[in-house]
């Protein structure tokens, strides 16, 4: 995150109407680029029962603050080494979300995005 984007994030939430909604997106392809300081922030976040629950309420909290509607988790290769994954990221995945929407409710929106490669 840079931190020149908070000034952004009301502007844009404030968008909100009855035809849309104002999601923030977090990952991304290049987050888990050979290289990258967050090349296993994904895998070792959700390793963890207790790291995904201080995800979630970070993510509440955040999103409280500023106002978004919902999330797109961007977390494009899940278990694919060559990106920091470890062979139960798929799983952990599907925990992480299914544990946001327990903890949530519908109150936020959730969507994923990921690139499953065929071996």
Do not use: H
């Not at 991304?28 to 390793?47: A, E, K, L, Q």
């Amino acid at each position: 995150m840079d931190p020149g984007d908070l000034s952004t994030y009301r502007p844009f939430t404030d968008l909100k109407s009855s035809v849309m909604q104002t999601w923030i997106g977090i990952g991304g392809g290049g987050f888990t680029d050979p290289g990258s300081p967050t090349i296993t922030t994904w895998s070792d976040m959700c390793s963890s029962a207790t790291s995904r629950a201080a995800f979630i309420s970070s993510l509440e909290d955040f999103m409280t603050t500023w106002g978004f509607q919902g999330v797109d988790l961007d977390w494009e290769y899940p278990a694919v080494a060559s990106r920091g994954g470890q062979p139960y990221d798929t799983a952990n995945f599907v925990s992480l979300v299914q544990e946001m929407r327990a903890s949530w409710g519908s109150r936020f929106g959730i969507s994923i995005s990921m690139y499953v490669p065929y071996f």
